[in-house]
């Protein structure tokens, strides 16, 4: 695929105005776009990380079209035989780039990361096909003993990514990354931090204390979408049991069971989940429910659509 193929990751946004920095997070965008209607509307962002339990991230500097793999200048005879081959390892693909990084400075690395272990380790090719045979299965790299963390930045995708992401990655410290789409764009900026796998929404420009947490070994509650790896309920109520009985190390508890009652008509549902606390178990029941409206989901969305939120009932221990 030759550059002029390649699509722009994010043109200038038409649509950034001005906006009160009291009332939404880094960037400008119009009242139209998906991350302020979800900031206005005080959308919940919890029990909304993808279920990816391991990644593979590749990095890549240069523009991504929406398809950051396949719409790179990564190799374009590598690119779908490598998704091929991480879908069968269960990996999902992150491209990856640092902040303000020109193509000549990429260093080819890549990493595999697993959140329940938790891991990640770095390693470097030559080409973009040696991807297609080094193990996949974290045998082989460096591993990292510092919080990675991942800032969505995939204006490709859409651009509320890469107006809240942009200017949030070039403020954090420590070892950052621009990230391909993370999913929940109307909660941008979207920042993953590995290999713990906790994602965070609506992240301001400053970081909002985000590293500082991290590099403590805790999570930071507000914004907090969840920890990919689990479900949606057993990230909700980890999430309802941090609140209130005030757990706030990354490893604290851990899921050890969930149950379903039936699906109610209407779409809702309770859960009972238990996860371990410090001296013996932790049992959080509560209720899944679909939105009352529709709205848009994404900036690029073709219609409206309803999303699941989560309710605390009881957390006992």
């Keep these: 695929m030759s550059a002029e193929q ?4 994010a043109p200038a946004d038409p649509y950034c105005q ?3 920095p009291r009332t939404y ?11 302020v209607q979800a900031l206005v509307a005080g959308d919940s962002p919890i029990a909304t990380a993808p279920p990816a339990r391991r990644w593979l991230l590749v990095e890549q500097p240069g523009p991504w079209g929406r398809d950051a793999l396949l719409q790179s200048r990564f190799d374009a005879e590598v690119a779908p035989r490598l998704a091929e081959r991480a879908r069968a390892a269960g990996l999902r693909i992150q491209m990856v780039r640092r902040p303000g ?8 690395r890549w990493a595999v990361a697993d959140v329940h272990a938790p891991w990640v380790r770095w390693s470097t090719r030559d080409q973009d096909a040696d991807l297609l045979d080094v193990p996949l299965d974290g045998s082989v790299g460096i591993e990292s003993d510092a919080p990675t963390f991942l800032v969505c930045t995939h204006g490709g995708h859409d651009a509320c990514c890469a107006v809240r992401g942009r200017p949030l990655a070039r403020t954090l410290a420590g070892d ?18 590995l290999p713990t796998g906790h994602l ?24 907090l979408r969840g920890r990919a790896g689990l479900t949606p309920p057993a990230q909700a109520a980890q999430q309802f049991a941090r609140v209130e009985l005030g757990l706030v190390g990354v490893a604290d508890l851990p899921v050890t069971g969930a149950r379903a009652d039936e699906a109610a008509p209407d779409g809702s549902q309770r859960w009972t989940v238990t996860l371990t606390g410090p001296v ?23 219609r409206p659509g309803r999303f699941r939120t989560w309710h605390p009932v009881s957390v006992t221990s």
């Design 280 to 302: 013996g178990e932790v049992r959080v029941v509560l209720d899944s429910r679909l939105s009352g409206e529709a709205r848009q989901l994404t900036c690029a969305a073709l």
């Design 101 to 108: 990084e020109r193509l000549s400075d990429s260093r080819g």
């Design 200 to 223: 965070y929404g609506q992240v301001p420009e400053d970081g909002g204390g985000l590293v500082e947490a991290h590099g403590r070994g805790e999570v930071l509650l507000p914004g």
């Design 6 to 9: 390649v699509p722009d990751a």
């Design 25 to 35: 997070p880094a960037g400008r965008l119009d009242e139209g776009r998906c991350s």
């Design 18 to 20: 001005d906006a009160d």
């Design 176 to 193: 950052v990354w621009e990230t391909s789409h993370l999913g929940g764009d109307r909660f941008a900026a979207n920042v993953l931090v």
